[in-house]
Structures are given as C-alpha cells and as structure tokens.
C-alpha cells in the first residue's frame, strides 16, 4: 500500500521523516525520493539481516540526510529527542516482509521447513522452540487465543504437548504438523492455511509485538511537527485494536483521524501481494494550534447543544 500511504503522510521536499519499522527498505527509498533535496529520513529495525539489507540499499541515496539505528521503533522516541527531530511523517508497518518469510532458517513461515525460531532480533530472547518445548498447556493455548483468535487453541495446545513427549520440536514442520493433527480436516479454513495463526500468535509472543505499542504510538505522536501524520499498518486483529485504542485517546486532544475506518489493500494490490490481504491503515495527524483552538470550539459547542436539549 505504498502510494496509499505516501498520499495520506504526503512527504515534500526538506520534511524529516521516520521509517520505524525498515525491513529491506522500499518504504524509506520512496520517503528519499519524496523528501530529496534537504531531507531527513531517521529508519530503526531490529532484524540484523533486513537492517543490513536496508542499510546497503539506502547507502546510494543523494540529496537526503540517512540516519539509521538497528532497534526496535519503541527506540524511535529517544533517538529522535537526542537529534532534536520533530518528524512531519512516521510510518510504522507491522508486518513481516518478505525477506523475513521466505528465509527458511528464520523460522518465520509454515511453507519453509527451518529451525522453529521466529525470533526479529536473534540475539536476544529464546527461540519459538524452547519455549514451545517447556510451556504449559494453559500457556500456549492463551498465546493461541490471544494472540492468533485461533478456536482450535486447545486442542493445537494438546498436539504440541503429545508430540513433545516422543521429541522435542525443533523445526516448523514439526509445528505445522502438530496444527494438522490437532484441527479436523473438514474443519479447516479454505482460505487459509491451517497453521497461519498458530504462527502469527507465537511469533507475535516470541517477539513481544504488542508490548508497549500503544506507548510508542503515543510518543511518536507526540513528537511530530505540527501538521504531521503517522501512519500504522496492521495486519491482525490485535495489533489493529491497540492502533485504534491509541489513536482514539490521542484524537480526545490535539490530533486528528485521518480515515474513519482502516484502509484496506485494493484487489490489484492483493492480486501484486496477497501476503498484503489482512493489511489495515490507520492514519493520525497532529494539528497546528489554531486547528487545536478550533476542536475544542467545536467540542465546546457539541457540549452546550446537548445540556440545552
């Protein structure tokens, strides 16, 4: 969805910008393209492989300041307050590429047979596997439920624990086999593949996906220009409902939504990608002060029209 959110953050020429979540860095290389001459483009990610890839492909970039840090966007904030930098965009993609999906030791995906990782940032934390293989049965079925919606959680939480007792598991296809044993076949969703939110839910887990989102949505808000929008892509009901939390405090004061509903991926865009069909955008601007004056003007008004009737 590059040119839908290019629309609505609208970059110009000496804007600063933050790309926070850089992955092989097609976002940032359009952002440059759109800030050059006199821009600044700030990227954070916390994939070693992707920061690396990012970082080779942004080095031929011209006419536009780079500054890029290999952390997670919850980082964001600091960095931009040490550079002293008020971005008129931030974009924030939540979602796994395509470096990361087709690289079969990542562990990322259900289609290539690799060590049951799935971590972003491989040194730190334990991989999928570890946890998989000591977690309880009340605990990977939260996961599963919390963080895949996925009904068939008890009885996946089950087939991990039986097939642990033979060996431990140690590769995706492990995990994917314990999926297909524990959903019926007439059961299964026949658009999607059975174990996608088994591996949505424990990655997200793994990685801690949604811990402190709302907090670094919130502050990277808050250090926008004045006029300046942040855009957030979803892909899952649970990162959506923390993005729309956020940015309904925040439009309470001072911001303002861009869209009232999330903007979906066109049919073209699904047909170029169908990894992009659960995408979800959600878009935020800051006002400037006489803006601000005016919201709670109209705010005021929408008080005294309802104590009057």
């Known amino acids: 969805m590059v040119q839908e959110i290019m629309s609505h953050l609208d970059p110009k020429p000496g804007n600063v910008v933050a790309d926070g979540t850089l992955g092989l860095g ?8 759109r800030i050059a001459p006199g821009g600044h483009l700030f990227g954070f990610d916390w994939d070693e492989k992707m920061f690396a890839e990012a970082t080779n492909r942004l080095s031929a970039v011209k006419d536009v300041k780079v500054t890029l840090t290999a952390q997670d966007f919850r980082q964001a904030p600091a960095v931009l307050d040490r550079n002293q930098a008020r971005p008129n965009a931030v974009l ?11 690289d079969a030791e990542r562990g990322m995906s259900f289609r290539e047979v690799g060590p049951l990782d799935m971590r972003m940032d491989v040194r730190v934390g334990e991989p999928a ?3 998989l293989n000591r977690a309880t049965l009340d605990e990977i079925d939260n996961v599963l439920r919390d963080y895949g919606d996925e009904r068939w959680a008890r009885a996946i939480a089950r087939a991990i624990l039986a097939r642990r007792k033979e060996h431990p598991l140690r590769t995706t296809e492990d995990l994917v086999e314990c999926v297909l044993a524990a959903i019926p076949v007439g059961a299964r969703d026949k658009r999607l593949h059975p174990a996608t939110r088994t591996f949505q839910a424990i990655r997200i887990f793994i990685n801690g996906e949604l811990e402190e989102l709302s907090e670094a949505i919130v502050a990277l808000a808050e250090r926008l220009a004045d006029g300046g929008a942040i855009a957030v892509l979803s892909y899952h009901s649970g990162e959506d409902r923390v993005v729309k939390g956020a940015f309904r405090e925040l439009a309470k004061e001072g911001f303002r939504e861009e869209l009232r509903k999330p903007q979906l991926p066109t049919d073209a865009e699904i047909a170029r990608n169908a990894r992009s069909r659960s995408a979800r955008l959600r878009v935020l601007r800051k006002l400037d002060r006489e803006s601000v004056g005016q919201q709670e003007a109209d705010r005021g008004e929408t008080q005294d029209e309802y104590q009057t009737n």
Do not use: I
């Not at 097609?26 to 393209?33: N, S």
């Not at 924030?92 to 087709?102: P, R, Y």
């Open 26 to 33: 097609g976002h940032a290389l359009e952002f440059c393209k």
């Open 92 to 102: 924030l993609d939540l979602g796994l590429n395509s470096g990361q999906v087709d």
């Open 129 to 131: 596997s570890a946890w």
